[in-house]
């Protein structure tokens, strides 16, 4: 059976116009065949065939009872998960899922150019990037650090824009262990442009297909 990779992009708060851009990158970069829904069923069901399961600029409660329990069972069994850019601001009221991505979302300042600093580069999502990336996105700060439970790959400069509320440790992507599975997310990704740049999509390519390695 061939894998496929399960792309949610369902919204029940902010919509991004991003998301037909990122969707479309996606099933670019993707060695998988890419099923792309909004409809939470697709959770519900079985999830053993996919490669990893990605949450593409979600917000809000997008899963089901049903289907929060099925996508604990398959990451927790060995299942790959990715979260992109939103997906920190999804699922408030599920604890788990907290702990799944390893930070929630809490604010972010306008739009605007920075630096994003590569702290691991040897990872299949930074590999490819210099040591210092400037890049234009709305740069999260989160609720929590998570660093004590992740591998952190890129993180901000906060010297380099403004607004910014984390300070010098700024985590930005990262990935991490969770059971038998794995998870890599993102906070970049907010605008269709960044699913032109070349090295975005790179990023985005080398972190679907590490967390899709089983």
């Keep these: 059976m061939t894998s496929r990779l ?8 902010y919509r991004h ?6 969707v479309a990158a996606v099933r670019d970069l ?3 065949p890419v099923e792309h829904t909004e409809d939470p069923a697709a959770l519900e069901g079985d999830l053993d065939d996919c490669a990893a399961v990605v949450f593409l600029s979600t917000s809000g409660e997008v899963l089901t009872p049903a289907g929060r329990t099925r996508l604990a069972a398959y990451v927790d069994g060995g299942g790959g998960f ?9 699922e408030y009221g599920w604890p788990y899922y907290g702990d ?3 930070a929630r979302f809490a604010r972010h300042p306008d739009l605007q150019p920075g630096r994003v600093l590569v702290e691991d580069g040897d990872h299949p999502a930074t590999r490819h990037l210099p040591g ?4 234009t996105d709305e740069w999260y700060d989160f609720r929590s ?5 992740a591998r952190v790959l890129l993180r901000a400069d906060e010297t380099s824009y403004t607004g910014g509320g984390m ?5 930005l992507a990262w990935c991490r262990d969770q059971a038998g599975g794995r998870v890599f997310y993102t906070a970049l990704g907010h605008t269709a442009e960044a699913y032109d740049d070349p090295a975005f999509r790179e990023h985005l390519r080398g972190g679907i297909a590490w967390a899709a390695a089983r």
């Design 17 to 22: 116009d991003s998301i037909p851009a990122a």
């Design 145 to 149: 650090n998570p660093r004590s439970g």
């Design 82 to 90: 990715v979260g992109v850019h939103a997906a920190a601001c999804t």
């Design 167 to 171: 300070g010098a440790d700024h985590p």
């Design 30 to 32: 993707s060695r998988h």
């Design 132 to 135: 210092v990336w400037e890049f």
């Design 100 to 102: 799944l991505l390893g």
């Design 6 to 13: 399960l792309v949610l992009t369902r919204t029940a708060d």
